[in-house]
């Protein structure tokens, strides 16, 4: 089983923001930039080609509105969509990264700090 189908079984865990019958959004474990997030499908697909096109169509409507909330809650100055298909992929579960971008960073926040700041801007909306 691919460690995603283990996030979404509860038996790895995760820095969830959002979550609901179709889709999970997490933290990435390995924070390119601060923010960097990763919606998955709960139901198993490899990559692209083998994911159907209504749940690729919802994933990009959460992603949006993920977007948004990250905006919110971090104010980054860009935002890169980013999924990686057979060689570059490291994890063979369909995944689309939302890597904020920033003019300048603070190398030093972590991501736990970074989860409770995103998590209480979801709270209050
Ligand atoms: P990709 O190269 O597109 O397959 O990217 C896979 C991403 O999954 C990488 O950015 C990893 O840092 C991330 N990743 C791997 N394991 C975990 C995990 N347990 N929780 C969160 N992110 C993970």
């Known amino acids: 089983m ?3 189908c283990k996030i979404i079984n509860k038996e790895v865990n995760s820095y969830t923001i959002y979550e609901d019958d179709i889709v999970k959004v997490f933290l990435d474990v390995n ?3 601060k923010g960097h997030t990763l919606i998955i499908p709960k ?11 209504d749940t690729l169509n919802y994933i990009f409507k959460v992603a949006r509105n993920i977007a948004v ?3 919110e809650a971090l104010n980054y100055d860009g935002i890169t ?3 990686n298909n057979d060689y570059g992929q490291e994890v063979k579960h369909f995944h689309l990264h939302l890597i904020p971008t920033y003019e300048k960073e ?5 991501i736990e700090e970074i989860y409770n700041i995103i998590k209480s801007k979801s709270s209050t909306r």
Not at 43 to 53: A, E, P, Q, S
Not at 106 to 110: D, K, P, Q, V
């Open 43 to 53: 139901k198993h697909y490899v990559n692209l080609f083998d994911i159907d096109t």
């Open 69 to 71: 909330l990250l905006k």
């Open 106 to 110: 603070n190398e030093n926040s972590n």
């Open 31 to 33: 924070q390119k930039h």
């Open 81 to 83: 969509l980013l999924q």
């Open 2 to 4: 691919d460690i995603f």
